[in-house]
């Protein structure tokens, strides 16, 4: 036998994944210092490697991620323009009604300036939670709405606990007005502020499978659960799975 | 409860960050195992759902790659088992990667090897990936695949082989993979204690 050959293919891979004890690195070592055969052999090997780690350096982010965050910043681009247009036209319309009307100006009372400050004082945020629901049984249904209220009631004085419900799966049938029985209490929680979302993903499942999807008003669909259940831990919800 | 005492508060936000922090890695080998971005990020989502609704599976944070990344190769099994898109033998190969129409230069060394590793039977890409991609050892390979020390060495072998026939027009000056019988790897010996 050769003794460039001593060495099998699995050794000389062990030798360049690192898998080799001391006393077997030297062996090649040693001998691929003698052998240029050898030494040819792992160059290959790790030539491999590299070309391997090389190739998947980058590799192309989902498309649906890329044109969500275009929408995004296309829709938060628009949502400012909107609002700094609003802005400008509330001011222009306050101050025009006041030139027009001033003879019909009524002076405010203090209650009503009262009533008025009283709508701007700071919300505080209390806890916040995120609820997912995977199942389409009516019962857990209801179970992630009792529990979305009951979360919303346990706010400490003072503050306003945020909460909002993912679904995805079988779940997404709370959010499908054609399927929920609960479009009413969807609605009641989201004017509590509670946000629902209904997972792009799935969506897009039942949708290849010819299933028209036809969602509730309330139903927000610009993430996937996982996207938003994950955004959301990373900020510290807390995550309850119904 | 064990469950209880391991799975504690601190345990709950560092399970939360490893999970957050592990998707791009999820999602590149994802990538590498099926060429496909948007298979890709479906298998990442359903791990990471898998993962988060089965936490408290996990005893030992030590080891939560290995169980992540084995909770992807199963979504993946499980994914091509319905779709009946390739069969699952060690030495079936899968779709391949499709070249872009328009290439840089720079971009045609990176296409012939993702064309070469998407010719590779999944068994053998995604030991090689791993090995290669993630850094892991064999034994942490052989954990996350639920396969013998010596079957991952073996794919190793196979896939390292037809990769450097694709890539490396060296054929004539390598000599045949030999039956040397291998004593002393580090691995093994730990496995066998």
């Known amino acids: 036998m050769d003794k460039d050959n001593q060495f099998s293919e699995e050794q000389l891979n062990a030798f360049v994944d690192g898998e080799l004890d001391a006393d077997e690195k030297s062996r090649v070592f040693n001998e691929s210092q003698r052998s240029q055969e050898l030494d040819q052999r792992l160059c290959q090997q790790r030539k491999l490697k590299e070309l391997v780690k090389h190739a998947y350096v980058d590799v192309p982010a989902p498309m649906q991620r890329q044109d969500l965050r275009k929408l995004q910043q296309g829709f938060w681009g628009k949502t400012m323009a909107a609002s700094i247009l609003l802005m400008i036209g509330a001011t222009i319309g306050f101050y025009s009604q006041q030139y027009i009307g001033q003879q019909h100006i009524v002076p405010a009372t203090g209650s009503e300036i009262a009533s008025v400050t009283s709508v701007s004082h700071p919300v505080v945020t209390g806890h916040k939670y995120i609820l997912h629901v995977v199942s389409g049984q009516r019962e857990e249904m209801f179970e992630a709405l009792e529990k979305a209220q009951q979360l919303l009631d346990a706010a400490a004085p003072g503050q306003v606990n945020e909460v909002e419900v993912v679904a995805n799966e079988q779940g997404l049938n709370l959010l499908r007005s054609d399927v929920t029985p609960y479009a009413d209490e969807v609605q009641l929680l989201q004017e509590n502020n509670v946000v629902f979302y209904a997972c792009s993903r799935t969506i897009e499942r039942l949708e290849e499978k010819g299933v028209e999807v036809d969602l509730l008003p309330e139903a927000d669909q610009s993430f996937t659960a996982l996207d938003r259940i994950v955004l959301r831990m990373k900020d510290d919800w807390e995550y309850i799975k119904i | ?193």
Not at chain 2, 116 to 135: F, K, M, N, W, Y
Not at chain 2, 174 to 180: D, I, K, N, S, W
């Open chain 2, 1 to 193: 409860m064990v469950g209880d005492t391991i799975f504690g508060l601190h345990q709950r936000r560092t399970f939360k960050k490893m999970v957050g922090n592990s998707r791009a890695r999820l999602y590149r080998m994802a990538y590498t195992w099926t060429h496909d971005p948007y298979l890709a990020d479906d298998m990442v989502q359903q791990t990471l759902c898998k993962a988060l609704n089965n936490q408290k599976q996990l005893r030992d944070m030590a080891a939560a790659d290995a169980w992540l990344f084995r909770i992807l190769a199963n979504c993946l099994k499980d994914h091509y088992r319905a779709k009946r898109e390739v069969l699952l033998g060690d030495d079936q190969v899968r779709v391949e990667y499709v070249t872009p129409e328009t290439q840089t230069q720079e971009q045609q060394i990176v296409d012939t090897v993702r064309l070469a590793v998407s010719r590779l039977p999944l068994a053998q890409c995604q030991v090689i990936t791993l090995v290669d991609l993630e850094g892991f050892t064999y034994a942490r390979v052989a954990e996350t695949l639920e396969i013998p020390v010596g079957t991952v060495m073996s794919r190793l072998c196979r896939g390292r082989a037809a990769l450097r026939d694709a890539l490396l027009d060296t054929k004539s000056q390598l000599p045949t993979e030999q039956a040397g019988t291998i004593t002393r790897i580090r691995q093994i010996r730990e496995n066998n204690g």
